[in-house]
Every structure is written in structure tokens, then in C-alpha cells.
């Protein structure tokens, strides 16, 4: 869930900024894989024998080994790349509309169907929007779905990823005319402070994304039902009573027709709170592999990491829109002649400051992949101590190897990991069995690699 809060709030950012490659996917279902991992069996630890964190860490990191490990580190490498490359484009398709003076066209076009400055936003937002993500589509194709399909990545034919991205886009259209004209509105109001009102208005609809989307965004890609009565679904909401997560129901969505990617959430504010886990969940993953995962994800709940998450990206967004200030001011006075871009509040200005937002996210990458990544510990904590399933929890961890680099250097997972990488929240699961391996649970539990 804290990915997703993450993104929600740089997606309400990008609105503002944007940053045309990332935003214009902002609405669909990320792709996921399909490919089996490599493993093979270790013998069990003997009995009577001391239990080695350390050494369980390892073992199990040792499971994904030869081509499937290969595969998943290549494919986290190159992301690695693609977040450069995404900066970049941005960067470029922002000079082509100021250079070629096309955005200008379009702040021209806008005046002359109304003289209303808070109508000429939306007329020059809607063409401005579907141009950015028209020119964006090369790179987006080539990361959403040929890069996808070439790593096994995904479930989708390209008619069904296309009728997913359209819909993205429409909502992209729809959110991104409305955020800008209001952002516009408060640049006309509050002059020179306009980049403290807009980390206002930056929160607002960042707090309105996270109480919609669960409700009125995700079910217009993938259908929501309820989980059929069985002794699993009543050990889920017990644990949700257990930990005063107002939820009666739990929904099943139909992921399996994208990927093969196993998730859950508990999601949601001012009474739109929902337990949900995937399909793939049910089917790849066992009875107490589904509650390691729910007790993580309760844990992002109980712990109120929507606010915090929201909070602080709040403050990233401050010193975003400072920066937007200062170097919108400083790159104008150099061109903006050549751009035909007259001031801040000018909507002709706005590739100015979607490069300039593309460059500061680029920047601040491992400032929001910390916060999202220390939250996902905090959460990895509060599942392991209501759950009590470590070795399910690093069962689960290994399902994901397809598409996370298991066993990154320090400085990789401190810089591109928005989750804590296989290796620490393993390490997480057996640091905390080695401190309950009297408690008669773990006792009677699995017993781990050594």
C-alpha cells in the first residue's frame, strides 16, 4: 500500500509539473510477472542444531539462483537506466513545445476563444495533456509493454494493455485539466508565494486521489468480488478485528488477467477502508503466505502511513515548487522570448515547469524512495508481530523475485528501492524468529533453511 500512496502522491505532483512519461501511466495496473523462479530444495536445519539468522538469510536468497536470478537482477539494472532515460525524454519533449513554440500556439488559441483567464487553462490544459502523452507514447510503449513482454513480465495481448492505457489517459485528461486550472488559479492569486499555496493545493488532491481510488479508480481496470466464505477468509478478518481494521468483507480482484503478480492493500480513509488481495494471491500463495502478506498491509493502516506518507510528501513537494520557482525564473529570463512565455501564471509556461519538475524528481529519488521504503519496514514489523508467519513471509518475498533484484549492494537499496530489498526483509522475518523460537507458534512452525 505505501507504493501506492507514494505514487499516488508524485502522480497529484506530476499533475501540476507534468512530468509526461511517468503521469501518463499514473492510472493503469503496473505490469507483473509471469515467469517461474528457479529453485531448488535445501535440506532442513537438524534438530537440536542452534538456528542462524544470518545463515536462514542465506539460504533462502540462495532458492533463486542461475538464469532466474540473472533475469530479475537485469531487469532492476535497467530500470535503474530508465529513470534517467525518463528525465531525459521529459526534458526533451518540453523543449520541442517551447522551441518549436507550440505551447505558446496553444495559450494562443485559448485567449482567443475567451478573454476569462481561468477558462483559457483548460482550453490550453486538454490539448497540452494529449500531446504529451501522444509524444511520450514511443517510451511508454517500449517500458509498459515491450520490456514487459521481453522479460515475461506480463499476461496482457498489446489490445488489452492499449484499452488499459486509454483508459489511464482519460483520466489523466479529466484529473490533469482540473489540477492545472486550479494550480493556475492559485499562481494568479498569490503571486510571488504561489509555490507555498500550490503545496496546498498539491495536498488536497493528493488526500482525494487516496479516498477515490480504491472506490472509483482501481475497479475501472479490474473487477472487485468478495472473497467466498472459507476458514481463510474468517482467519483474515479476525486478524483485521484483532487489530481494529473496520472491515467486514474481504475482495478478490482479477489481476491475473495482466500478471501474475501477487498483492494485497488495505486501503482507503473516511470510511472507504477495503481489504483486498489479488487473485494470484489465492492462487500462488499458501494459507499463512496470505497472512503474512495481510498483516503487512494492516500495518500500513493501523500505522496511519497514508497520512504520514502524505505529509511528508507534502514537504518534498515544498522545496519541489521552491525549486520550480527559482529555476522557472531563472530559465525565462534567459528564453523566454524565444518562447513567447511571458510570466509564471502564463499556461505557456507550463513545459518550463515540466522539465524543471522532471529534473527535481530525478534528484529527489532517493529522498521518496527512502520514505517509502522506511515505511514498508515499519509495516514488514507491525505483519511479523500480528501474523507471526516469518517463513511464510520470506516464501512470499522469493514469489517476487522476478522483478526485484534480491540481493542488492547498500548503495543500490538506498538509492532506487521505494521496499526494502529480499535480502533485508528476510533478514527481517529471521532476525525475528531467532528472538520467539521458544514460543510454542514458531515451535510448532516451519523449520528454517540453515
Known sequence: MAKRLVIAALLALACFLWSEAAFAQSGGPAAAPTSVIDTRTLPPIAAGAAFDPVKATNAYLARVSGAARSRSDSYAEGGY????????????????????????????????????????????????????????????????????????????????????????????????????????????????????????????????????SPVFVEPLFNRYTPMPQSTLKQDVLSLARANGIPATNVYVVDASRQSDRISANVAGLFGTTRIAMNDNLLKHGTHDEVLAVLGHEMGHYVLDHAIR?????????????????????????????????????????????????AVFLLLATPVTNTISRTTEIQADMFGINAARKPDAFATVVLKLANYRKLDPAPWEEAIFYDHPSGRTRIWEMMRWKAEHLNDPDIKAGPVSPQ
Open 81 to 212: 537506466v530508465l529513470i534517467l532515460v525518463d528525465a531525459l525524454y521529459a526534458v526533451a519533449v518540453a523543449a520541442l513545445l517551447l522551441w518549436g513554440r507550440i505551447s505558446a500556439s496553444l495559450r494562443d488559441f485559448a485567449e482567443r476563444q475567451t478573454r476569462t483567464r481561468l477558462w483559457q487553462v483548460p482550453l490550453y490544459a486538454g490539448p497540452y495533456i494529449l500531446l504529451t502523452i501522444a509524444l511520450s507514447f514511443p517510451l511508454t510503449l517500449y517500458e509498459e509493454f515491450f520490456r514487459e513482454k521481453a522479460y515475461g513480465l506480463m499476461n496482457q495481448s498489446f489490445f488489452a494493455w492499449f484499452g488499459d492505457f486509454l483508459t489511464s489517459t482519460g483520466l489523466t485528461l479529466i484529473a490533469g485539466t482540473i489540477v492545472l486550472t486550479v494550480l493556475y488559479a492559485a499562481i494568479r492569486a498569490a503571486g510571488r508565494d504561489w509555490w507555498m499555496w500550490a503545496t496546498v493545493v498539491f495536498a488536497a488532491f493528493a488526500t482525494i486521489l487516496i479516498v477515490i
Open 309 to 357: 506518507l502524505l505529509l511528508f510528501m507534502s514537504l518534498v513537494a515544498l522545496v519541489g515548487f521552491a525549486f520550480l520557482n527559482g529555476g522557472f525564473q531563472f530559465l525565462t529570463g534567459l528564453f523566454g522570448g524565444n518562447w513567447d512565455v511571458r510570466r509564471i501564471d502564463d499556461p505557456a509556461g507550463l513545459p518550463v515547469l515540466a522539465a524543471l519538475g
